[in-house]
Structure formats: C-alpha cells, structure tokens
C-alpha cells in the first residue's frame, strides 16, 4: 500500500511542476507580446531634424537670432543662456532640442500651431542673418571644444593682477615698503592661479571674457571715483580700485553669459561715452576746480552716470530698428571724436575758458556720436577690419584738412580755420574710407511683411502678438 500512495504523491508533484513551469512560460510569453508593440512603438519614434523655415536655410536658432526674429511665448518658451536650438520632427509632433553652454540638452514639446508661426518667422529672413547664425553656432561650438575661452581669461586676468589687482590691494594693506612689494609679488602671481581655478570650474565663452575685462577696468575706476567721493584717504581709494575690479569681473562673468560681441562692445562704450559726458558738463560747471564737496558729488555723479550707461548700451543692439555689430560701436568713437573736433571750431578763434571747452567738447561729442549712428551704424555693418579703416582715414583726413589750414597762411594759421578744416578733412575721410572699403549694407531687423495667415496659424499669431485675427504685420 506505501510503495504505491508514494508513486501516486510523485506523479503528483511532477504535474504540479510542469503545470508551474508551463504557468512561468505562459507569463514570460505573455510578457514578450507586450513588449512587442513597446519596441515596435520605440521603433518608431524616431525624430528627424527639420528646418525652422519652409526653404530649409534656418537649420538653428541661436540667442542672437531669437531676439532678432523677436521670439517669445508662447512658440518660443526657451529662455536663459544658450548655444543653439534645433527643430526635431516624429510621428508625435515636434520638438525643440536645446544645447546650453555647458552640454546640457533640453526638450521642448511645441504644438503644430506654434510651429507653423515659427515657419513664417523664419520665412523671410534680413539678408545677413542667415550668415550670422552660422557664424554664431560655429563659435559657439569651436569654443566648447576647446574649453571656451579659458586661456584669454587667465591670460587677461592675468594682466590685471599685474597692473590692477595687485598694486592696489598691496598700496591699500601696508605703508612700509618691503610690505607692498611681496604684497605685490604675492597678488600678482596668484591672479593667474585664481583665474585658472576659476576658469577649470566652468567654461567662459570669448563675449564673456572681454565683458569680465573690462567691467574690471570700468569697476576699478567707479571705486576710485567712490570713495573719492566719499573723501577717503589713498588707501581707502587703493581698497576702492581693489574691490570695484574684483566686483567689475565678477559682474561680467554673471552678466556675460549669453551676451554678443556687439552687446559688449556696446556695454563698454555706453559706460565709457556717459562718464566721460557726465565729467565733461560737470568740469564745465566748475566742479572739479578745487577738491570740495562739488567735486566729490561731480565724481559720485560720473560713477552714476557711467554705471546707467552699461544696460544701456547693452540694449542698444537688441532694440534699436537695425543690425549693430561690434565694428559699428567702434566707429562711434571716431565719430564723435570728430564732433568734438568740429565743435572747438567755434571757439577757437577767441580766447576760450577751460568750461568753455569742456562744453564744447562734450557736445560735440555728442552730436558726433549721434550723427555717427545716422550715418554709419544704420546704413552699415563695420567688421573689425572696416572699423580699423574707419579709424586711419579719419586720422588722415583730419591732418590732410589740416595740412591744407597752414599752406592758406603759413606765417599765422588761425586755430579756428584749422580745426575746421580738419573737421571736414576727417569726414571726408571716412567718407573715401566707406567708398573704397565697401562694408557691407546694414542687414537691418525683418523687413514689414501683410500676411494672410491660415486658419491654423491664426489663432496661434493673434494671441502672441495680440494682432488683428485676419491681418497679421509681422516685424
């Protein structure tokens, strides 16, 4: 009776375990059709790269080509410091695949309205944009794969520990001799390996090296003027130069990110031409005649007056209705170089006062500065190079307009005949200067374009730009 209860409990359990083995298979087979459509669904989610516009120029958009084309929400959501953005096309829409500085690469789901308003943003573009973006992704990309501007910093932070950083900080802590000179020595040699910390913890780009140099520049001079006003002794106005360019770096490094070439350019120069104007009226008030509070409020003012001119050079480029490149703000300087010349033409000829000039020079400064924007930031688009051309046929001009002053009377050259001769000499010079040069036509913002929009991109439009349903202008 045991043996065959025991065969009988064994038959048992061997159909219990193949039922569970075949339980297991039915599972694992049941698991395996449902990943067959996930797979296949995988599969085909694939994405294409796909132009922004309908004629397949506009492949990428970087920060300088949204804020020219005016993108915003709700097509555009993308905001902060970034290299480029891509459009991607699936079976599930469109995306936009966006690179930032650092590698990071965001996506941002658009629906089919938003993009066909990107498609007529991007239809008719101002005939140097195109280029423009190339130019501005390529070095973007050269820059992260050759670990941004790291060198030009150091180099650059580097030389301002020699000239700024480490005299001022070292006439500032001691008096004795010996003292400033290790003090220097010490400051001096450990810029370099700051800047290099620095630099290893993230990358720099080339605009925001140039704007960190020279907002320390700007820096060390708005904490001179400070603590000048403040009437501090020379080592509290050392301390002041230590700290406002340590403060100037800093301030370009934060604010750098994602500036252009033509936005520094124009940051320094806004800082730059509205100190010196505020010195100017200031001087020809009779401020800084004698170290009085006058003169401490006239240095407080200057230090104001150049600290509202960076956001606004800064904005110059973005909202004025034209292109503005880097070389353009160059030619301001000559420009109202020139008009400072121009205006000691009438002055010249009597016995002038130190405010008498100063005046003079400041407006006529900035008459030529302004004439300088009519003339040439709007009509062209100056490179280094042309901007550099610009510079020697002014010079030029304005000594051959000179030269000609002394041959009329060479015993007696009157002083008024002469600057106005070289006035006219200069701007003949710049004039022959754009002739033979050539720089190319200002590429300007999207021209004004009537569009009927389609019923799709209508109500996307309309309340985006909160235009008229039927009638769209497009800027």
């Known amino acids: 009776m045991l043996v065959p209860r025991t065969v009988a409990l064994l038959r048992s359990a061997r159909r219990i375990v193949a039922a569970g083995r075949s339980l297991r298979f039915a599972v694992a087979f049941a698991v395996a059709l449902g990943a067959v459509p996930a797979a296949l669904r995988a599969q085909e989610a694939v994405e294409r790269p796909e132009p922004f516009d309908s004629t397949g120029r506009v492949t990428a958009i970087t920060p300088m080509a949204a804020a020219r084309l005016m993108l915003g929400p709700p097509a555009w959501r993308i905001t902060g410091d970034y290299r480029e953005a891509r459009l991607y096309s699936s079976a599930e829409g469109y995306v936009i695949v966006v690179t930032r500085h650092d590698g990071t690469v965001e996506r941002y789901a658009i629906a089919n309205a938003d993009r066909e308003f990107l498609r007529v943003r991007t239809s008719e573009l101002p005939p140097d944009l195109e280029s423009q973006i190339a130019r501005e992704v ?15 910093f150091i180099r650059d932070q580097t030389i301002l520990g020699f000239a700024v950083y480490a005299p ?24 370099f390996f700051g800047a290099s910390s620095l630099s290893r913890d993230f990358a720099i780009s ?3 090296n140039r704007l960190a140099t020279l907002s320390a520049l700007h820096g060390g001079a708005a904490g001179f003027g400070l603590t000048y006003a403040l009437n501090t002794s020379g080592d509290g106005q050392a301390a002041g130069i230590f700290v406002g360019s340590l403060m100037g770096t800093a301030a370009g490094l934060y604010f750098g990110r994602g500036v252009t070439d033509p936005q520094v350019a ?10 010196l104007m505020a010195a100017g009226l200031f001087g020809a008030g009779g401020a800084f005649d004698d170290r009085d509070n006058s003169s401490r409020v006239a240095a407080a003012a200057v230090v104001g007056a150049g600290a509202l001119g960076a956001p606004l050079g800064m904005l110059y480029p973005r909202y004025v209705g034209y292109n503005v490149t880097a070389g353009d703000v160059a030619t301001l300087w000559f420009t109202g170089a020139l008009g400072a010349l121009g205006a000691t033409t009438f002055i010249a000829g009597g016995d002038p006062s130190n405010s008498d000039i100063l005046f003079a020079l400041t407006g006529g400064f900035a008459l030529g500065t302004f004439a300088g ?6 009509r062209f688009d100056h490179s280094a190079t042309d ?8 010079v030029a001009g304005s000594l051959m307009g000179a030269g000609v002053s002394v041959l009329l009377d060479t015993d007696d050259p009157d002083p008024a005949l002469t600057t106005g001769l070289a006035t006219l000499g200069g701007i003949a010079g710049i004039a022959a200067t754009e002739y033979f040069t050539a720089p ?14 389609p019923t799709g991109l209508l109500m996307a439009a309309a309340k985006q730009r909160g235009e008229h349903p039927i009638l769209s202008i497009t800027f």
């Open 387 to 394: 901007a550099s051309l610009v510079a020697l046929g002014t």
């Open 373 to 378: 924007d009519r003339f040439l930031v709007k």
């Open 440 to 453: 190319r036509d200002d590429a300007g913002k999207l021209a004004l374009n009537v569009k009927l929009l």
């Open 168 to 191: 001022s900080f070292a006439y500032a802590v001691t008096n004795e001799p010996a003292g400033r000179v290790a003090t220097y020595l010490i400051v001096a040699g450990g810029s």
């Open 138 to 152: 390529s070095s973007a990309t050269e820059a992260v794969a050759g670990g941004g501007a790291r060198g030009a």
């Open 266 to 275: 124009s940051a320094a120069f806004g800082t730059d031409a509205l100190a």
């Open 206 to 208: 080339p605009a925001q």
